[in-house]
């Protein structure tokens, strides 16, 4: 089976191109809201599903500037020479990592307006985010970005020459990395949904723990295929590296809450 993007506009108004990338983008974003609502309403009983509209600007609007600026950090020696770009997202140019750190921000931010509890949004949003991505990872597929390395097996991906990295200009077909961790990214959804309703009560933060350490080890294997990583340090990507601390964080962070959650149970 060959892949191959239709291209990265979807149709143009008076002129002006509308790309599949903003496209997808924005339907990300509804989903990841609207799962978190529908989560929280389906978790937790204090009438507070409602905010979770009110909340979603806080967390849409931080992460995606968190996740451009990331990106552009890590794409450093190309911004500093073209600052004006770093404004340019329609075509790409987004990062999950910083749009987590951002996203974590403002729902922190969120929860002291509104008087959520910010472990309450942190586990539902963490539900709905990992959808988003899972939705979200086809854009880089019209994008043409987001491959690994060369491969010729069942499902494929094809690059045209011009977008093929340095070296590789004679090779078609390319690992489709964003088909798997799209479908990764569901699999961790489905798995979110049965540990938020079974334990999001007794265990508050132990939805956002899993996720963050599932979705770490997805991406730090299938980052090592990826051709078109950000910036290398030594023989590793900068998001395996990025992955790797936040798996170690989530883990010591899925301990304590687990050991506090059994010590509230006992008392």
């Known amino acids: 089976m060959i892949l191959q993007s239709p291209g990265d506009v ?13 496209i997808i983008l924005a339907a990300a974003c509804f989903v990841a809201v609207f799962i978190a609502k529908f989560v929280y309403a389906w978790v937790y009983k204090d009438n507070k599903s409602d905010l979770i509209w009110e909340v979603a600007p806080f967390v849409v609007i931080l992460g995606i500037i968190g996740a451009r600026l990331y990106y552009c950090l890590v794409n450093i020696d190309y911004y500093l020479f073209h600052p004006i770009e770093i404004f340019y997202i329609r075509g790409g140019g987004l ?5 987590l750190i951002a996203g974590i921000l403002g729902l922190f931010l969120a929860s002291r307006k509104y008087k959520i509890h910010f472990l309450r949004l942190l586990d539902v949003f963490s539900v709905g985010t990992v959808l988003a991505q899972s ?5 880089n597929f019209f994008n043409n970005e987001a491959f690994g390395v060369p491969y010729d097996g069942f499902v494929k991906l094809y690059i045209p020459p011009a977008l093929r990295p340095e070296g590789f200009l004679t ?11 799209s479908f990764c990214d569901f699999i961790i959804f489905l798995v979110l949904l ?9 265990f508050q933060g132990l939805t956002v723990c899993v996720y963050l350490m599932l979705y770490s080890c997805v991406r730090y294997f299938i980052e090592g295929i990826r051709l078109d990583s ?8 900068i998001a395996q590296i990025i992955s790797a601390l936040i798996f170690v964080v989530a883990f010591a962070c899925c301990i304590f809450v687990i050991v506090k959650g059994k010590n509230l149970k006992q008392d």
């Open 171 to 181: 090779l078609e077909y390319y690992h489709p990395t964003f088909l798997y961790e």
């Open 10 to 22: 979807a149709f143009q108004i008076l002129g002006f191109p509308v790309y599949w990338y903003g």
């Open 95 to 99: 990062s999950i990592h910083g749009g």
């Open 194 to 202: 049965f540990i938020i309703k079974r334990y999001g009560v007794k």
């Open 135 to 139: 939705f979200g990872r086809w854009g």
């Open 230 to 237: 950000a910036l290398n340090i030594g023989d590793f990507h």
